[in-house]
């Protein structure tokens, strides 16, 4: 990249001969600010368009600086010319700009969860946002974005009803033969499974209806060891289910 | 690298889903799974609307705290409100529990927090609010694919 | 992303597709437009195809376990053809598969519930 | 739906990535155009940087703090550091000005922020640290669908 600091005297003389019709001036011009187009076209990363494109647009609006710029001022080269290159890009990306982020996010996150099933059976296991940002060719903030972005306003907007009285569970709500979260059959074949203090475990918690630390009071250990095995025995006891149904 | 980050946003039930996200790009940084940011997000929701609907008990004037920290791909999540607090821990994390049946509510915030990271802790006084620490290991990628 | 829902209502069975994110701050303001619906149109069955339906959590359980308890009075049934992992995964840890029919697609769903009725 | 956020986190530069997400994910509740959301991004990552690699210079162990306010559409984000503070404001934010030409900053910072939002205040105390305060006005939905 040719870019080299000039002095202001030489900044000046050339863009006098340049606004005079003098190309090759017009061209020292261009090179000597290559650097600063670049610097500002940095800036437009990531909005999806190709450096290069950004580059020649931001160079008409540094042309577009040296063209009007008024000799007579006592103002930098630079100091104007920015606004311009900068002025001179958003212009070009307005149209595109101005489409609600609600609508390219929407396209973005179809996009995503294609990629998410393709990529997971291709891998055997859930990718990682990153292998998403890379397959789709977009950047990691995007897919984060486009899983959860744009909350509209909710329209309507409902009356809290207040009860009275003792909270009921889920439990009492449902009625018919619900009793937790399994059946009473298949738990009780399943506990059989279960090493004794495992078994007294879910006994107590399920049947008895013991809270964890009265369970943990009763065994003399902790709540938290009540809640570590509660948690294992309950996976045994699903994976175990689901292997009975299976059969 | 080891990171964190604090932040604070008003108790509005559209702060969920920015908690949600801001806990989700928090732990983008360490290339999780989609199916650890899936459960990172779940648990930061039910820990947020939990401090929003009973904390404040929908009142939108206060303010919900969140603090995020990775260690060693240990990721640790707090949520703190300064709300009504609990006054039976143990019993409000039953399963099914809810003292709010009349919203609808299942009962199941605190048993998803509980399967879906690797440990739960909650401290709370009532009429000073409560305090939900929980934490999960991440896996590397490497590690999966051996 | 906000939640959409597109409803569909063929005879007594209204047919719900969710797409987005259902948190509380979704639910407040479907549930009342929901309970609207059926009880206006004399709904008896719930079909629900969760299939973008990209984030839920407890709050969606509640909605989805209130619009059940009603349904249930009435002797209905409420069906589900199809949802992602993380919501199977809740319906499990939350027993809602006992209390749900599955079906594989919109059309299954229709026609057992027709014979059903 | 008014509403604002607070956050702290630790200078690194992995947080720059981190700062962006979230302001984007504050500011994407309020639907606003592809364009409003990359020029926020843009001058959030500005701002962080500066705090972080001038305010701090490069030290890890300090925090960076944001806040982000939305008030009838008009957002205001206030990026804060306790670093070592800008000696002559003025002079600081001429375009192409940097204190770090060996570091090859173009010293086009503060002149992007000008550009991208409506206003731009910085207040900065040697030895203290600086705030930089920028707001900006989205255009309301129905603007776009006339
Ligand atoms: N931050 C909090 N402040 C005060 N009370 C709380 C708080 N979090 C939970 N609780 C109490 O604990 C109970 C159980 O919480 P949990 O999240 O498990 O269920 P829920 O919120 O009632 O229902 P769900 O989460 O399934 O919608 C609540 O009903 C409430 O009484
Ligand atoms: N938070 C800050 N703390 C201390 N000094 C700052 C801070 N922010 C900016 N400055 C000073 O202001 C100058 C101009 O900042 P500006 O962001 O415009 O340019 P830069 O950071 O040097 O380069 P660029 O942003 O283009 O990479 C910096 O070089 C630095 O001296
Ligand atoms: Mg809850
Ligand atoms: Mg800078």
């Not at chain 1, 059959?185 to 078994?199: F, G, M, N, S, V």
Request: with cysteine; charged share 25%; hydrophobic share 40%.
């Amino acid at each position: 990249m040719s870019s080299y600091p000039v002095n202001h005297e030489t900044v000046r003389e050339w863009i006098r001969q340049s606004q005079s019709g003098d190309e090759s001036a017009r061209e020292r011009m261009v090179e000597s600010n290559i650097r600063l187009v670049w610097s500002v076209v940095q800036r437009f990363q990531n909005r999806g368009y190709d450096q290069d494109d950004l580059f020649q647009i931001g160079a008409i609006g540094l042309l577009k600086a040296v063209d009007k710029f008024d000799l007579s001022y006592n103002v930098r080269f630079s100091t104007y010319a920015v606004p311009m290159i900068i002025g001179e890009i958003q212009r070009f990306l307005r149209d595109d700009g101005s489409v609600k982020v609600s609508r390219s996010i929407k396209e973005l996150a179809i996009k995503v969860k294609r990629a998410k099933e393709a990529l997971s059976s291709q891998l055997g296991r859930l990718p990682s946002v990153n292998e998403i940002a890379a397959h789709l060719d977009v950047t990691p903030d995007d897919v984060l974005l486009s899983q959860e972005a744009s909350r509209a306003p909710s329209s309507i907007h409902e009356t809290v009803y207040e009860n009275e009285g003792d909270p009921i569970t889920l439990l009492d709500q449902l009625s018919a033969d619900n009793g937790g979260w399994f059946h009473q059959i298949a738990i009780k074949e399943a506990l059989l499974t279960l090493e004794q203090r495992d078994r007294k475990i879910i006994f107590l918690r399920y049947y008895m209806d013991c809270t964890q630390s009265e369970v943990a009071e009763k065994l003399g250990i902790s709540q938290v060891q009540v809640s570590r095995i509660e948690k294992r025995v309950l996976l045994s006891i699903r994976h175990w289910m689901e292997e009975a149904q299976e059969a | 690298m080891n990171n964190s980050l604090t932040c604070t946003f008003k108790s509005i039930s559209e702060n969920e889903a920015l908690a949600r996200m801001i806990a989700a790009s928090f732990a983008a940084a360490y290339d999780p799974t989609i199916g650890e940011l899936s459960d990172i997000k779940t648990v930061v929701s039910e820990a947020v609307t939990n401090a929003i609907i009973h904390g404040y008990s929908g009142a939108e004037n206060h303010e919900v705290y969140m603090k995020m920290s990775m260690v060693e791909r240990v990721l640790t999540i707090e949520v703190r409100d300064s709300g009504k607090g609990i006054l039976e821990v143990e019993k409000a994390m039953e399963p099914l529990y809810t003292s709010r049946p009349d919203m609808e509510r299942s009962g199941m915030g605190f048993t998803i927090m509980d399967h879906f990271m690797d440990g739960v802790e909650v401290v709370s006084e009532p009429g000073k609010g409560t305090t939900v620490t929980m934490t999960k290991q991440l896996t590397s990628v490497q590690a999966e694919c051996h | 992303m906000a939640c959409k829902v597109e409803a569909e209502i063929k005879g007594n069975i209204l047919l719900l597709r969710m797409e987005g994110e259902l948190d509380h701050h979704e639910v407040e303001s479907i549930r009342s437009e929901l309970t609207q619906l059926m009880d206006k149109n004399e709904i008896k069955h719930l079909v629900l195809n969760l299939s973008n339906l990209e984030f839920m959590d407890s709050s969606g359980l509640g909605l989805i376990l209130g619009r059940y308890k009603s349904i249930q009075k009435a002797g209905g049934n409420v069906v589900l053809c199809s949802a992602s992992p993380q919501v199977k995964r809740l319906f499990e840890m939350s027993g809602m598969f006992r209390i749900l029919m599955v079906e594989l697609s919109e059309e299954r769903a229709f026609s057992r519930l027709g014979a059903v009725q």
